[in-house]
């Protein structure tokens, strides 16, 4: 009862490692959400997964890179009983550099369609925002965030 959300990132290793192993990354994520579920997790709150998603300078991934992550971090979770997707972070900076979703500007890329296609077929899509750390400014970065993410949860505070 104290605890609403949990957004679960599910740490799947390389691609390689499970290649390795004769499996892969998919059939990982898939048996970490069956844990979740046969655990009974999801009685007590609501789970969304979540991912680190946002990178620096332009995305470099091709559409199928970019559906092909998701596939893994967003489609396995809610097809396994994931309510959303925690998606880190709109814009920030993190050691030293900007981390974005879209390519600076705005600019749409691979990973935007990917999550564009995902939202457009119903998937609950959430973002974090730091008000202080805006591409145009809140209300254009704040336009552009709704036409993918259904929730926003804005930093606030002091420091």
């Known amino acids: 009862?104290?605890?609403?959300?949990?957004?679960?990132?599910?740490?799947?290793?390389?691609?390689?490692?499970?290649a390795g192993w004769g499996t892969d990354e998919a059939t990982a994520q898939r048996q970490a959400w069956r844990e979740v579920r046969r655990?009974?997790?999801?009685?007590?709150?609501?789970?969304n997964a979540r991912r680190a998603l946002a990178h620096t300078g332009t995305y470099s991934g091709t559409d199928q890179d970019a559906d092909a992550e998701l596939r893994v971090f967003a489609d396995v979770p809610v097809a396994?009983?994931?309510?959303?997707?925690?998606?880190?972070?709109?814009?920030?900076k993190y050691q030293g550099d900007i981390s974005r979703l879209l390519d600076p500007?705005?600019?749409?890329?691979?990973?935007?369609?990917?999550?564009?296609?995902?939202?457009a077929a119903g998937m609950a899509l959430s973002t974090?925002?730091?008000?202080?750390?805006?591409?145009?400014?809140?209300d254009a970065?704040?336009?552009?965030?709704?036409?993918?993410?259904?929730?926003?949860?804005i930093a606030a505070g002091t420091g």
């Open 80 to 92: 396994e009983g994931a309510a959303g997707v925690s998606v880190w972070t709109w814009r920030q």
């Open 141 to 153: 970065d704040l336009r552009v965030l709704s036409s993918v993410f259904t929730d926003v949860y």
């Open 105 to 119: 500007g705005l600019r749409a890329n691979a990973l935007w369609r990917a999550l564009q296609k995902r939202r």
């Open 1 to 18: 009862g104290d605890v609403d959300v949990i957004d679960l990132s599910s740490s799947i290793l390389p691609a390689k490692t499970y």
């Open 39 to 47: 655990r009974g997790w999801a009685g007590h709150v609501r789970l």
């Open 128 to 138: 974090h925002l730091t008000p202080s750390s805006t591409e145009r400014g809140l």
